[in-house]
């Protein structure tokens, strides 16, 4: 038979392998805690230092912030005035844009007939600081709040619309200010959800953007727009969210994150068109 020592060594050789596993795991937290504000704000890496070409009856407005300023654009709706107050959007970007490339989306809201106001976060294009939850909610908080002093704004049909990480942006607001409606794109229940593709555990979340706890609270209605592939937040995001709203108004488009194929494109738009006319917010 084998020897007292070789029996007792075996077992010893045995017990490293979950020891090894678990120090793997703390490693792998530890780097997606220092890597998560990189992952989760990429566009905070994008070089935007020269202010493009602004829309017609765009109004640049700054706040200051440590170690610099925060920039958002005001875009008056074309016909709007203190007689003739129009509904104000609030528009909150993905996390891979800056506002500098959102040409497209203001020029069709200003021709809806709607004011529009975009924050750009902290840390992107011309913004000074670091993006985090806290930090972009409270410049949103303070840019509404100055926009809603404005008389050609008709305070009382205000709009939240936020795309990906946007509508994560924007239900957080909700929790400050309710709006007369939301508007949700290719939005995730939460960046915890999120996480767990990567095994982290919703502790390690800074930044958690918890849309899921947001929603049941809200009694205004709520439009969910999500494409059918999304490659990055799954369409399944959005049938959780639809099931915390249940009178929520859910629609599955053709196509990916980044965008809808064909005549999807055309119907994202009508979508979007018969939303704010239902609910009036679009100019008589």
Known sequence: PDSGPHQRRRPNRMLTIPGILLLVLLL?????????DAMLFPGARLP???????????????????GGRVEAWFVAAPHASALHPAPLLVYAHGNGEVIDEQQYFLDH??????NVLMVEYRGFG????????QAIGADLRWFLAEVLQRPEVDSRRVVFYG?????GVVADLCRYHQPRALMLECTFTSVA????????????????FHTDRVLPALHIP?????????EIVPVSHARRLHQLAPKSEL??????HGGYEGAAGHDYWVIVDHFLQMHGLRPQ
Not at 28 to 36: E, I, N, T
Not at 193 to 207: E, F, G, Q, S, V
Not at 222 to 230: C, F, P
Not at 251 to 256: A, N, S, Y
């Open 109 to 114: 809201y200003a021709g809806l007939g709607l």
């Open 163 to 167: 795309r990906s990480l946007g509508g």
């Open 48 to 66: 935007h230092n020269r202010v493009p070409p602004l829309p017609p009856r765009t109004s640049v407005l700054y706040r200051s912030v440590p």
């Open 251 to 256: 629609h599955i488009l053709p196509g990916g």
């Open 28 to 36: 792998w937290w530890g780097l997606l805690y220092l890597r998560q």
């Open 126 to 133: 011309r913004c000074a600081g670091r993006p985090s939850q």
């Open 222 to 230: 709520i439009l969910i727009i999500h494409g059918s592939h999304d």
């Open 193 to 208: 959800d999120m996480a767990r593709r990567y095994l982290a555990p919703p502790l390690l979340i800074k930044n958690p």
